[in-house]
């Protein structure tokens, strides 16, 4: 039963931007804070960004300014917009929401992943 479908993913040239989108199930998204966290190879999952109600954002410590998280309810989907890729932004980035009120329950989407060129 899937519950978060990630897309968006692909090479891109350094320089360029992508838009990432992550559907989630209506009773995930409507009670849920969402994020999106990525892996490089080698190292270990960070977050990228969450969102909660309100479109309340906070982001991590690398992401300078050229990491944008958003939230549209009408479609029960989360959005990150990344612009002046660089090869360190090569990961998969991975959606993640976990329950709103007290971190019940938690689930990952399957990723997708970003390649960016020299």
């Known amino acids: 039963q899937v519950q978060l479908v990630e897309s968006g993913g692909g090479l891109v040239q350094a320089g360029g931007s992508l838009r990432l989108s992550c559907w989630a199930d209506?009773?995930?998204?409507?009670?849920?804070?969402m994020a999106w966290y990525r892996q490089a190879p080698g190292k270990e999952r960070e977050l990228v960004a969450n969102?909660?109600?309100?479109?309340?954002?906070t982001y991590g410590e690398f992401t300078d300014g050229r990491f944008t998280i958003s939230r549209d309810s009408t479609k029960n989907t989360i959005y990150l917009q990344i612009i002046d890729l660089r090869p360190e932004d090569t990961a998969i980035y991975y959606c993640?929401?976990?329950?709103?009120?007290?971190?019940?329950?938690?689930?990952w989407g399957q990723g997708t992943q970003v390649t960016v060129s020299s």
């Open positions: 993640y929401a976990e329950e709103y009120y007290m971190s019940r329950w938690n689930y």
């Open positions: 209506r009773d995930i998204f409507s009670n849920s804070v």
């Open positions: 969102i909660r109600r309100g479109n309340v954002a």
